[in-house]
């Protein structure tokens, strides 16, 4: 195509260009001027005062980084070196790729086009968003590498702690995140004459309402869901409910069921129908169709004044009070058990309680992702230290006894900052497009509050001190002892799993006195779980050994090593497990036929959200 002149330019679709924009640019004006009055309204009577500016209680860390690196300045001299040295070349590669000369390679960026941040084309072809690019994961690398290599004395939570906020802080600086240096933004402004922008700041206007006065990120087109409706849906009744809980038992499909019932424990972090999300990706469906009774605990969101609710209470009134009815409505003596992730830890709990007790109720105990030695516990640790555990205890004080559902939301969002917030605010408030439906991250986006005062000691009894591991832990005049637990346990961990690493669920299972069946499975925290078996659509694998507990390998990288990898889904094994733990077969049981039905599931419980949904 020849170039364009001047003369090709019609001056009339010039000027209403031109105009488009201007008047977009002044809409979107307004539009971030009714935003900022909305954190305003929010925060009107905080007038910086009781402002922490170190709310994460990183600067000791810093100090700490800064002392060593002042110790060690040859280390220092030979990064600073090398890091200039490789800049002047990517300058250099980029006069040269502007003449058309071919240029090699830089040291550590022969991976750069793997990034999901640079996919746009001209990334690649413009050689100035091409420097920017390699500029800025230069720079990265190099400070990711400073924090993990620095010798000296350097703590290791402290070291953990600053490799977590460095990644945060590259995150947060990508030229992909900045609107003049992002091409696809400045390509779709120009085309669009800055409709764009005017569609991204009234989504963030509502984003804005929706986390009322806070930015809370759209993830998902939240009016694309409803549960009960398109998620959370497997036929069920509640028959059971106190002020913690509500009991839900499904509605059988085959024509025998096993006689030992099922019973989930789900996290009260999230709300249980992770496990029912649709019909092809629903555990709670399939294990319905494999003959199973299943009955699953649904947390009550808590609302303020709930400010005693303790980690004991989610124990007794929960998770036993729970089993009685289970065992009331079916007549049997014990239950087969699960828990996930934080369930998975108060199922630890009970079962070392139910140890030192005699108590015989649980039969046999699944965890999905969960922890009881948090010695290896992953990201979240950096959360949990003095200083910021007052901090909850104050803003729960504050809240009326709870912690808000998007303090919770935002700590995990951080985890994954480019996944789960950094592209979503170039897609939603710079492209101006609505994000996907995806019922995931419908989910995700559906998040609890959380009892202040059972939070806190959460965090400081398991993630600081790792008190039920060290056998320090009491719960109902009981100490806990999990080494003392005997019942048969099915274990998984996922390999990728930032929230409950495999390491850690591996040690927790090590502790246990129990014979475990190990699985790890492939991908992360919720993947590595929701992974239903499918002939046609295999994303996953898992691992499985026959080695006893007793020769496990120390490292779990170890036992995956000599494991037998089985590609798709690891439902299956677990099915062939817990069948041989669950008694003859009966006849099918009616919801509710002994406790009666109070309502359909998924329930009410469920259903009471912490945000605040905004109509367009």
Known sequence: MPNSTLDDVDPAAAL?????????????????????????????????????PDPFNIMPALAD?????????????????????????LWTNMIAGMGGVETAPVKGLENAENDRRFTDEAW???????????????????????????????????????????????????????FAMNPQVIQTTVDENGANIVRGMKQMVRD?????????????????????????????KVVFQNELIQLIQYTPTTEKVYARPLLIAPPWINKFYILDLNEKKSLIRWMVGQGYTVFIISWRNPEAGVRERSFEDYVSEGFYEAIDAVLKETGQKSVNTVGYCIGGTMQSCALAHMAATGDKRIHSATFFTAQADFEKAGDLKIFVDDKSLDRMSKDSEKSGGVLSAQEMAQAFNMMRGNDLIWSYVVNNYYLGKN????????????????????????????????????GELSMMGEALDITKIKTPMYSVAAREDHIAPAESVYRTMKKFGSTVRFVVG?????????????????????????????????????????ATETPG?????????LAK?????????????????????????????SDNPVEE
């Open 16 to 52: 209403n260009s031109a105009t488009a924009l201007a008047e977009n640019m002044t809409q979107a004006q307004k539009l971030a001027q009714e935003a900022w009055a909305l954190y305003l309204k929010k925060h009107a009577n905080d007038d910086g005062s009781n402002a922490d």
């Open 65 to 89: 980084l800064q002392k060593t690196m002042i110790e060690n300045p040859e280390q220092m001299v030979e990064t600073a070196i090398d890091m200039w040295s490789r800049q002047a070349m």
């Open 124 to 178: 690649e072809s413009n050689a100035v968003f091409t420097y920017l690019k390699q500029s800025y994961l230069l720079a990265s690398s190099v400070m990711r590498d400073t924090v993990h290599r620095v010798d000296g004395d350097l703590p290791e939570d402290e070291r953990a702690k600053l490799e977590f906020f460095t990644d945060r802080f590259v995150e947060a600086m990508s030229p992909s995140n900045v």
């Open 208 to 236: 804005m309402k929706r986390g009322d006065g806070d930015l809370l990120i759209s993830q998902t087109d939240m009016k694309a869901f409803e549960v009960g409706r398109n998620v959370a849906v497997t036929p069920g």
């Open 435 to 470: 994000p996907s439906a995806f019922d995931l991250l419908y989910w995700n986006a559906d998040s609890t509050r959380m009892p202040g005062k059972c939070h806190v000691d959460y965090l400081r009894d398991f993630y600081r001190d790792n008190a039920l591991s060290k």
């Open 522 to 562: 492939g991908s992360g925290h919720i993947a590595g779980v929701v992974n239903p078996p499918d002939p046609d659509k295999i994303k996953y694998q898992y691992w499985t050994s026959a080695t006893p507990k007793s020769k496990w390998p120390e490292r779990v990288e170890d036992w995956v090593a000599q």
């Open 569 to 577: 889904s690891w439902w299956p094994d677990w099915d062939v497990w």
């Open 581 to 609: 733990k669950s008694g003859k077969e009966v006849a099918p049981r009616e919801p509710g036929a002994t406790l009666g039905q109070i309502e359909d599931a998924p329930g009410s419980y469920v259903r009471v959200r």
